[in-house]
């Protein structure tokens, strides 16, 4: 399991094998400082309290299995020896949790212990009978069914594995395959958060560097605006899984070292070329789907594979679209260029971490407004458009054939005038350098917005009260609760955002098995075989190119130069797979389109990375595709000078049409400057 060949951890052999010089240990006290003046750290007593709830939560489910097992028949002997385990992952099992954040718990029961009633009714009670217990709000619906509650003021997410055992032992090690023998789908998603969560740290080098470099760049993340796997960004686990693949490619580096070249790296990566820390194992005796885009049509239209190292392997960051992927490639590219300057002493760490200034950031906005009658409407309501989210930039991504560019805000804004009450918000700007055809310049956003609350309003558990609105707001009409204290700050010299540099044509080595491409020996040409991701042609693999490996070697830390690192990283993130087709994001679209027909599913970043790639509930499909094919182009004739949006009527959706259509708003209006145009005039 430790995935270690040949002396080192991953699938490739390392970048670099240099240790820290004297400046790297001051940059990295130096970042140290930094996060801890953040207050990214938790106190001493706020570890004692989380400890101590989860001792107190290790003897309620011991409780609840018992008292579960007396109920079902069982004789005292049995009841007695009946156990259940509690099993922390993500941020917390990592040790990169901050003051204040949830605790991400899996419960393990034997095969009597069913979910729906002894899980979901029986603990539930029990939990709900305890005064140390608030805010309990079970969601068994889920994609990953989920219990969340406070505990002693600490917030837990409780998750349930029903395990084909008689008996839990109480030394149960879940990192073994053997644990998912006769295991339904959702007891292996609950699994495979603690298994991933397990598996990273053991196969990073060090896990003392490896846990300051992820509290760093999730801190960064945040910082940025690119922390959410539910808005199409990446989440923890996704965060954590680059930084260890970071780790490996550097197993002696400082996180001063570290964060530097995962901005390098990742700046570079020709993606959907996966991230992998270990070799994708299937074993079909167990019956589990992995990973795979030669055998599952659906993992080919995925923009930024992540793979999770336990079996069965998945892609972590499914939510990934074009449009937040452009984000990220972009603020990696920003991160890369101020590692540089700080090498140079041009910058600091203050620089790298300032806050993204998302509302100076583009001249139009999508504003979608959601409000319920009380606080338990509204936060089912809410979990339920924030997982749908993803479906309006989508839309929008197809409709415009990539033209418009969506950059959702990972996250909403609460106006205190208004109870019960949201809002979320979505950058839009033209593509750079697009040239559209002549006529071509008219984007109708009617039908795309109506088509989202179509997939909005198939809420089965939706109550009066629920609405919905989407309206668009230019950049000097954001509403001022949006901003701190409510007052509008004075607008700063708007950013430059760096363009999307192309990858290098010659780098071609890519994916998990393309070690070979990177050993010491001799100069010679070797192919690089590396799965198909679009086909099937003729096997398993297809020859992509050919790297001319030198034979000076890449591991040898005394001849290891800067030109040597360059060289080696465009041979592991370069790559030359075929591009995603469009058709393949379509259908991606059909597919979730065809999933939204069931009860909301709440999911936290934890949680939801490391599930099976859905963004549903499982129904069967409806429709939708045939009102998809049925829709007109949104492209209309019109002179070449400007893009607008026709006026979009603005409806708040209930359970009353009329009521919608006398509510008076502002309709949407949305005029975007062409490229051509952009040099000379603004709108």
């Not at 007891?187 to 991933?196: D, E, H, P, Y």
């Not at 197993?251 to 990566?269: D, E, H, Q």
């Not at 167990?286 to 995925?302: A, E």
């Not at 020859?543 to 830390?557: F, N, R, T």
Request: aromatic share 8%; proline share 6%.
């Amino acid at each position: 399991m430790a995935n270690q060949t040949n002396g080192h951890l991953g699938v490739t052999e390392p970048i670099s094998l240099s240790g820290p010089t004297e400046i790297d240990i001051i940059r990295t006290q130096e970042l140290e400082t930094f996060l801890n003046d953040a207050g990214l750290y938790p106190s001493q007593d706020d570890a004692i309290s989380r400890e101590e709830v989860l001792g107190r939560l290790d003897q309620v489910v011991k409780a609840w299995i018992k008292r579960v097992s007396r109920a079902k028949g069982y004789n005292e002997q049995f009841v007695q020896e009946a156990n259940a385990k509690i099993f922390t992952f993500g941020s917390y099992r990592l040790g990169v949790h901050g003051p204040g954040a949830d605790i991400d718990t899996l419960c393990v029961g034997p095969r009597h212990a069913s979910r729906e009633e002894d899980f979901f009714i029986v603990l539930h009670s029990m939990l709900a009978e305890m005064p140390e217990v608030a805010e309990l709000h079970p969601v068994p619906d889920a994609h990953v069914p989920v219990m969340k509650f406070k505990f002693m003021g600490v917030s837990i997410d409780l998750l349930y594995a029903k395990l084909a055992l008689l008996v839990v032992p109480e030394d149960l090690d879940i990192t073994q395959n053997s644990i998912l023998e006769n295991v339904d789908e959702q007891t292996a998603r609950s699994l495979n958060g603690c298994r991933v969560t397990d598996l990273i740290l053991r196969l990073v080098p060090n896990i003392q560097n490896f846990r300051t470099t992820l509290r760093c760049m999730r801190y960064w993340a945040k910082r940025r605006c690119v922390y959410s796997n539910v808005s199409g960004f990446l989440g923890g686990i996704n965060w954590a899984l680059l930084v260890a693949r970071v780790c490996q490619l550097y197993p002696n580096a400082l996180p001063s070292t570290l964060v530097s070249r995962f901005f390098k790296v990742f700046a570079n990566w020709r993606w959907p070329n996966p991230v992998m820390l270990c070799h994708i194992e299937d074993i079909p005796s167990l019956g589990h789907t992995v990973w795979d885009p030669r055998r599952y049509y659906r993992d080919r239209f995925q923009h930024m594979p992540i793979i999770t190292p336990a079996y069965p392997a998945m892609n972590s960051s499914f939510n990934v679209s074009t449009s937040t992927l452009r984000v990220m490639t972009e603020e990696f590219q920003r991160g890369d260029e101020i590692c540089k300057a700080m090498e140079e002493n041009k910058a600091d760490w203050k620089t790298l971490f300032e806050q993204y200034p998302f509302f100076e950031s583009y001249k139009h906005y999508l504003q979608i407004d959601i409000m319920a009658e009380n606080e338990d409407d509204f936060r089912q309501w809410h979990g339920w458009i924030e997982s749908r989210l993803r479906i309006l930039t989508l839309k929008i991504e197809k409709y415009t054939y990539n033209m418009l560019q969506v950059h959702p805000f990972p996250g909403d804004f609460c106006d205190k005038t208004k109870p019960h009450s949201c809002s979320f918000f979505m950058g839009l700007q033209k593509k750079q350098g697009s040239q559209p055809n002549e006529g071509e310049n008219h984007f109708d956003m009617r039908g795309t917005v109506e088509e989202f609350k179509q997939v909005v309003h198939t809420y089965t558990m939706w109550k009066p009260g629920m609405e919905i609105h989407i309206s668009h707001v230019k950049r000097k009409d954001i509403p001022r609760f949006v901003f701190p204290g409510g007052v509008r700050p004075q607008r700063p010299a708007r950013p430059v955002r760096p363009s999307r540099s192309k990858p290098p044509e010659a780098a071609t080595a890519i994916m998990g098995n393309v070690a070979s491409a990177l050993a010491n020996g001799s100069s010679e040409k070797k192919q690089v075989l590396v799965p198909d991701l679009h086909s099937n042609v003729n096997g398993d693999c297809l020859i992509v190119g050919e790297i001319a490996v030198g034979s000076s070697g890449i591991k040898d830390a005394d001849l290891f130069s800067k030109e040597a690192e360059d060289i080696a990283i465009k041979k592991l993130t370069g790559g030359s797979l075929p591009e995603v087709e469009v058709s393949d994001e379509l259908d991606e679209l059909h597919y979730l389109e065809s999933l939204g027909t069931g009860k909301a599913p709440e999911t936290t970043a934890s949680t939801s990375a490391v599930a099976a790639p859905s963004d549903g509930n499982g129904e069967e499909a409806g429709e939708m595709q045939n009102q998809i094919n049925s829709k007109s182009s949104p492209l209309k004739r019109k002179a070449p000078a400007e893009l607008e949006a026709l006026e979009l009527v603005p409806t708040f959706y209930g359970a009353n049409p009329s009521a919608a259509e006398n509510t008076q708003r502002r309709p949407l209006k949305l005029k975007l400057t062409t490229v051509t145009k952009a040099t000379t005039q603004s709108t």
